[in-house]
């Protein structure tokens, strides 16, 4: 490589930059700097409702006795492209940063049965500890390759015969069939064999009410939710009927009673689909945090948002936060959006101190979304540079024009009072222009 001529091409492109910033703006048409931001937050609320059988315990907060893994899930995917576009300099240069939160809630709360083909549940090994009035039994089955546990607990008033200090048997009869356990107790612990058998007329109930996918192998989980025929009809009044057998063990399991239904009628919630249900009951959403929700004027917001505010914790510290500096009324999309880049009232307070007292929404959220701070406004105002519009901020971070930049290109000679120029400047050496 001959660096001499490298270094002569440099220079030659130095000096183009410099002749532009000296003789200043060429005349005719205006010139657009678009930092084009997409602000794109998909936010997936995907509590995964997980009645993993072939795992064993199934979980649910807070902890049920059968246990149904929810976890509701934020991953807001920001997007900030910002685009800048200078291939010619006019003296109307408009900067217009375009901001454009797409936000995405997508609730679609995953309820599996996870139940492996080969190992049947219905028969296998039971270990039992007795702690007050609460029996906890651990069922497993299976063989080295292909193994399944689950554990739960039941009420120690439901085994009033077990064995003690010698083998015997016990059973436990519930609407979706009888475990019978053979073994024994040694003072608070107890092991042996376990057998399952269905009852056929409560899987024919069910079909009988539209829940058609019911198998041997699920027959055991409903019995371990306690599913009965007085809660699928309570479900079906309240218009849940034809559920999936997936769907009726997760009510059953997170205890989605009559009163949790009807109490969001009350504060004007009807029909509330099946997965939304759910996803509310895992994630402890009550008619009690709607009305809070409601106060603070959020009345009527999609459920889907519902669960996005309690995802992402906005509460009515969090709203009235933006209230008491002057951020009244942000729609319901645009807080989801603001919280889920971190964007708090301390955050637009410190522009506010810096003198931007009206500060859009989405220019709070391209300068988040740009790491834009009121430290980088004030170094501008160090250098004599005092009245910064909004827009040029965005497009100044965009560009890379830091106070910094400007300080170096004054040491160098290239001197304006408009910020506009070093933009120019800056965009102009880049492009080999």
């Known amino acids: 490589m001959n660096f001499s001529n490298k270094t002569k091409s440099c220079s030659r492109l130095f000096v183009s930059a410099a002749m532009a910033f000296i003789v200043g703006y060429l005349p005719a048409k205006a010139q657009t700097v678009a930092p084009v931001i997409n602000v794109n937050p998909n936010i997936n609320v995907n509590p995964a409702v997980n ?4 795992a064993g315990t199934i979980n649910v907060n807070p902890q049920v006795a059968v246990n149904v893994l929810a976890n509701a899930n934020i991953k807001p ?7 800048i576009d200078i291939s010619q300099i006019s003296e109307h240069i408009n900067v217009s940063p375009v901001v454009d939160p797409q936000i995405k809630v997508n609730v679609d709360p995953d309820v599996n049965i996870n139940i492996l083909s080969d190992v049947d549940q219905n028969e296998g090994s039971w270990f039992a500890s ?16 292909h193994q399944w546990t689950s554990s739960s607990d039941f009420n120690i008033s439901d085994f009033p015969n077990l064995p003690k200090n010698e083998k ?10 009888t475990v019978v356990f053979t073994g024994k107790f040694d003072g608070d612990t107890g092991f042996g064999h376990y057998q399952f058998t269905p009852d056929k007329s409560f899987a024919d109930f069910l079909t009988q009410h539209g829940i058609t996918d019911v198998s041997a192998r699920r027959g055991f989980a409903l019995f371990v939710s306690d599913v009965k025929k007085s809660y699928v009809l309570m479900v079906e009044k309240n218009g849940y009927g034809q559920l999936s057998v997936n769907n009726l063990i997760a009510m059953s399991s997170l205890k989605i009673d009559e009163a949790f239904i009807n109490g969001f009628k009350t504060v004007g919630y009807n029909n509330i689909p099946v997965h939304n249900l759910i996803a509310m009951k895992s994630m402890d959403i009550t008619p009690a945090y709607v009305k809070a929700i409601e106060k603070d004027g959020y009345a009527d917001i999609p459920v889907h948002s519902l669960i996005a505010f309690k995802s992402l914790k906005i509460d009515g510290d969090y709203i009235r936060g933006f209230n008491d500096i002057g951020y009244k009324n942000i729609p319901a999309q645009q807080l989801i959006t603001f919280k889920s880049l971190g964007i708090t009232p301390d955050f637009i307070k410190g522009f506010i101190d810096a003198g931007y007292k009206d500060i859009s929404a989405h220019n709070a959220v391209a300068f988040k979304s740009l790491a834009i701070t009121p430290d980088f406004i004030n170094g501008f105002k160090k250098l004599g540079f005092t009245d910064v519009p909004l827009n040029d901020i965005a497009a100044l971070k965009s560009t890379g024009v830091t106070p910094e930049y400007v300080a170096s290109m004054q040491e160098k000679g290239f001197k304006s009072d408009n910020l506009r120029k070093y933009i120019q400047l ?3 050496f880049n492009n080999g222009k």
């Open 168 to 177: 015997g048997q016990f059973t436990l009869k519930r609407e979706a069939g």
């Open 77 to 83: 995917d920001v997007r900030v492209n910002p685009q």
């Open 51 to 54: 009645i993993d059988v072939k």
């Open 130 to 145: 007795i702690k007050g009035d609460k029996i906890n039994i651990e069922f497993r089955s299976g063989d080295d390759e």
């Open 426 to 428: 800056k965009s102009n």
